[in-house]
Nanobody, 123 residues
Framework: QVQLVESGGGLVQAGASLRLSCAAS????????AGWFRQAPGKEREFVAA????????AYADSVKGRFTISRDNAKNTVYLQMNSLNAEDTAVYYC????????????????WGQGTQVTVSS
């Protein structure tokens, strides 16, 4: 079992940066791929970024490429999402997810989910 807890969300102005963290419990987390998804009001949850257990493979949604960076520190059982140049379209609840196996962008491929952290970007 893996439990995930997100933190780092908040209210920022357009152009600002935020770093989200996802702290995991479970000694096997370092062997799991991890991903970030987001859900804006009135919209379905969408893929943002993902990386493999060792960080060697990553994937990003086109809308965040060049602005967001996903990383992990397996010694700390933590995954990060560095978000730069935020804009109003990035406003959403951000969820961390984990899965055994390779990187996937499909929501249904993930087995474990956090409760989410709100990111609000004012324009």
């Amino acid at each position: 079992q893996v439990q995930l807890v997100e933190s780092g969300g908040g209210l920022v102005q357009a152009g600002a940066s935020l770093r989200l963290s996802c702290a995991a419990s479970g000694r096997t987390f370092s062997t799991y791929a991890a991903g970030w998804f987001r859900q804006a009001p009135g919209k379905e949850r969408e893929f943002v970024a993902a990386l493999s257990w060792n960080g060697g493979s990553t994937a990003y949604a086109d809308s965040v490429k060049g602005r967001f960076t996903i990383s992990r520190d397996n010694a700390k059982n933590t995954v990060y999402l560095q978000m730069n140049s935020l804009n109003a379209e990035d406003t959403a609840v951000y969820y961390c997810a984990a899965r055994a196996g390779v990187v996937r962008t499909r929501e249904g491929a993930y087995d474990y989910w956090g409760q989410g952290t709100q990111v609000t970007v004012s324009s």
